[in-house]
């Protein structure tokens, strides 16, 4: 049984997904690779030369950090309001049986299941017919609307698992409410809550159909990438595509680092 | 009083009795409810009421919009757009199926064989949420250009005979065709198929392998018989997560794509914002809406997992 046939037979699984891995990275090697190019024309699509010339100068580019800075902002604050409403809802949900629970489930649900420019286009239809001025404010309005959901279905999750006897526990102990809630509930749906957090500022960050509807003349990166592939692609913007690529995957491994002390640390 | 005599209450609680304010506390859900409900109520449920009036109204930009109740636009833009509809469904379908195909393999290695390698791989699964996906898709242009080494390999190896006979691609072209449409879609949702299997996969008791292995079940029938039903949460999650957004993009149609391969979503997206036909537009995202929500109810009947909503 020590053909190269059964070799491959056994571990087909391992190479099917690290094909499908490569398939996922494939693109950030380009970004990265052609970070370094020096282009002849307006677009960065085939390779000329190696230049370091996009990275000593990355906001050389008129309006790119601006956008990028704009985006960054809209990310935070649609972050932190989603965030807060979103675990709210996901505790009203989770620890208390009221009327209206499966309405409003399902009015929680309905945004993640529908498609990202049914959503776009009626907030548009709506802030046309009020008149309302597109920019920063329908964006951070669109945003924190579309990551509520994902926020209150990370938090559920979590709180879901957790064991209420933990909070009695408090409670026999002579704890508040309030001392209950922040030195027992909060610490173990931490982690719910932050991965909502992160999922959110990830989705907003990146969100290109809700913004190009309800942005008006407001330019945000994923806005000034979509108009850059029409009019020609600055070698920096590979640059920062690198950068968030290298910066993502060092918060998520610190993230994960951290998780695993404290599991290691907890006893049993 | 003897004991028997007692009513048959639970056993005294322990500690100091609770003082529960009844009223307040029922309000409790409702106060944490309401700024988000407010907020779904405003910008969600408010906005499809008013693209529904939008969707039967008529006019013109320069005299001003008025609802007659057309509802002739819905036929009419369903007629026109019908080749776009199809075109969506399709692709979106496509790249569901690929997404299922590529992304299971990968799920079940990080949840079952990876190992210390596990956190690693979820790292590169989910770090593309992070990288501007406009961004990457771009790369496709780079990856997928006219006589690079990509489109010279397939077609070295006959898959772009089989793609073109299937009319997915045209001669030696990847750009411009059905196929980059497909594989920009397949690329950019899978994060969204592999995440929720991995989850469900993860929750497997591995236990239960050896068992089906111990009653002398081959690994394919452990598979089909064991672990992939158990996955079907996790499939099915995936493939909503998956299909749903891809019905309604037109960033990989627009990027990677041509004229011929046109999805709805770019048709929404210019009657709303270069054409400014708003009624067209409206009742075109409200078909759009009403076909994914309707596939989508049989489909999560069909897989018989209603506890996912």
Known sequence: ?268 | MTATAAPPQAPAPAGPPVHKPAVRKRLVPYWLLLPGILWLLVFFVLPMIYQASTSVQTGSLEEGFEVTWHFRTYWDAFTEYLPQFLRSLLYAGTATALCLLLGYPLAYLIAFKAGRWRNLLLVLVIAPFFTSFLIRTLAWKTILADGGPVVAGLNAVGFLDVTSWLGMTEGERVLATPLAVVCGLTYNFLPFMILPLYSSLERIDTRLHEAAGDLYARPVTVFRKVTFPLSMPGVVSGTLLTFIPASGDYVNAELLGSTDTRMIGSVIQSQYLRILDYPTAAALSFILMATVLIMVTIYIRRAGTEDLV
């Open chain 1, 1 to 268: 049984m020590r053909t190269p046939l059964a070799w491959l037979r056994r571990n087909l699984v391992v190479i099917a997904g690290l094909g499908t891995l490569a398939y996922m990275i494939l693109p950030n090697v380009v970004v990265t690779v052609f970070s370094f190019n020096n282009p002849s024309g307006r677009f960065n699509y085939a390779w000329q030369e190696f230049s370091l010339d996009a990275w000593k100068d990355p906001c050389g580019v008129a309006d790119m950090c601006g956008s990028l800075g704009l985006s960054l902002q809209i990310a935070l604050w649609s972050t932190l309001v989603a965030t807060a409403l979103g675990t709210a809802m996901a505790f009203a949900l989770v620890r208390y049986r009221f009327r209206a629970r499966g309405a409003v489930n399902s009015l929680i649900f309905l945004p993640m299941a529908m498609p990202e420019i049914v959503m776009a286009a009626s907030l548009l239809a709506l802030f046309l017919n009020m008149g309302i001025q597109l920019g920063f404010w329908t964006i951070l309005i669109a945003h924190i609307m579309f990551c509520l959901s994902f926020v209150v279905a990370a938090v559920k999750a979590r709180v879901l698992s957790m064991d209420p006897r933990l909070e009695e526990a408090a409670r026999d102990l002579y704890a508040g409410p309030v001392q209950t809630f922040l030195r027992v509930t909060l610490p173990i749906a931490a982690p719910g809550i932050a991965a909502g957090a992160l999922l959110s500022f990830a989705l907003s960050f990146d969100d290109f159909i809700i913004t190009n509807f309800n942005s008006g003349n407001t330019v945000t990166f994923p806005m000034f990438v979509w108009g850059s592939a029409q009019r020609g692609t600055p070698v920096q913007i590979n640059v920062i595509g690198t950068a968030m690529f290298v910066i993502a995957v060092l918060v998520v491994l610190a993230g994960q680092t951290v998780g695993n002390r404290r599991k290691k640390a907890q006893p049993k």
